[in-house]
Nanobody
Framework: QVQLVESGGGLVQAGGSLRLSCAAS????????MGWFRQAPGKEREFVAA????????SYADSVKGRFTISRNNANNTVALQMNSLKPEDTAVYYC????????????????WGQGTQVTVSS
């Protein structure tokens, strides 16, 4: 079992930045690929970014490429999502998720999920 807790969400103006963090506990963190997903009201959950076990492989949704950066620290059991140049359409609940290797973008392949953190971008 892996427990995931997100933090860092909030309200920000368009063009601003936020940094989300996800703390993991339980089994060995480095055995898991990690992903960030988001879900806006009335929409399906969508992939945002993912990182492989040791950070060598990264994947981003086209909508966030060049604006968001995913990173991880296996020593601290954390994964982060740096979000820059935020847009109102980035407003959603953001979820951290874990799966055993390899890295994937499909939410159905992830086994463990956090409770989510709200990100609201005002225009």
């Amino acid at each position: 079992q892996v427990q995931l807790v997100e933090s860092g969400g909030g309200l920000v103006q368009a063009g601003g930045s936020l940094r989300l963090s996800c703390a993991a506990s339980g089994r060995t963190f480095s055995r898991y690929a990690m992903g960030w997903f988001r879900q806006a009201p009335g929409k399906e959950r969508e992939f945002v970014a993912a990182i492989s076990r040791y950070g060598r492989t990264l994947s981003y949704a086209d909508s966030v490429k060049g604006r968001f950066t995913i990173s991880r620290n296996n020593a601290n059991n954390t994964v982060a999502l740096q979000m820059n140049s935020l847009k109102p359409e980035d407003t959603a609940v953001y979820y951290c998720a874990a799966k055993e290797a390899p890295i994937k973008t499909a939410s159905r392949t992830y086994d463990y999920w956090g409770q989510g953190t709200q990100v609201t971008v005002s225009s």
